[in-house]
């Protein structure tokens, strides 16, 4: 995998947008081999957050859309029959007129698969036909009780069910990501009642991905010099993931 934050002059008279790095060749952001861009900002603040440096909007680099689609063009060919872009972050919807522009553009210039990765909290931002150009919502849910939601990200849970109500009116498919951090949302109650919401929005989920949590994140904490609440979280071991996974496929959900 090869990450790019190559600077560019910009160009006048362009939608411009703040970028914090690109990734060439990823497996995990969706259907087959991904080109992921990573946006800047978002207003979340969740504790177990692993690209933290995400999270100033300003602290990205500048680049109009133009140059946001040189740096997917030599990758275009390839991506047509191996896999597609995602649209990452941050929160790409701390930028809406920008990354809709590069999601619409993506579309009319190579006709690759678009996914958004989002956790839906700011889709009031965006009008049905914003979405027309997104194959694909992975759609991050950090939990179903809403006050530990609001503790473990610092925003209401709310807003991220509409937007997967809105999805589900949209028949958006949707990929529902979920993070397994022991002691924080790996209670069984928990998962069970989230496995049932998921369930409910029909057949637009098309996968649930249970994600164990990781300390790879930690050096970047330290890096900006701020505490990791984390710090002594170990990662979930197998059992305790096979038991999350086994708890949404109960509910006929395809999990991985």
Known sequence: MLQHSVQMPLAAGQPTGYLHSTESGA??????????????????RCQYCHNPDTWKLHAGRQLTLDEALAELAPYAGFLKFAGGVTISGGEPLMQPEFVGALLRAIKQRYGLHTALDTQG?????????WLAAVDLVLLDIKHSDPARYQLITGQPLQPTLDFAQRLQRLGKPVWLRYVLVPGLTDGADDISRLADYVAGLGSIVQRVEVLPFHQMGAAKWAALGMAYPLADTPTPDAAAVAAARALFAARGLTVC
């Not at 909290?121 to 036909?129: N, P, W, Y």
């Open 27 to 44: 497996g995990v952001d969706g259907p087959g081999m991904r080109f992921v861009f990573f946006m800047s900002g978002c207003q979340f």
């Open 121 to 129: 909290f700011l889709h009031a931002g965006i009008s049905d036909d």
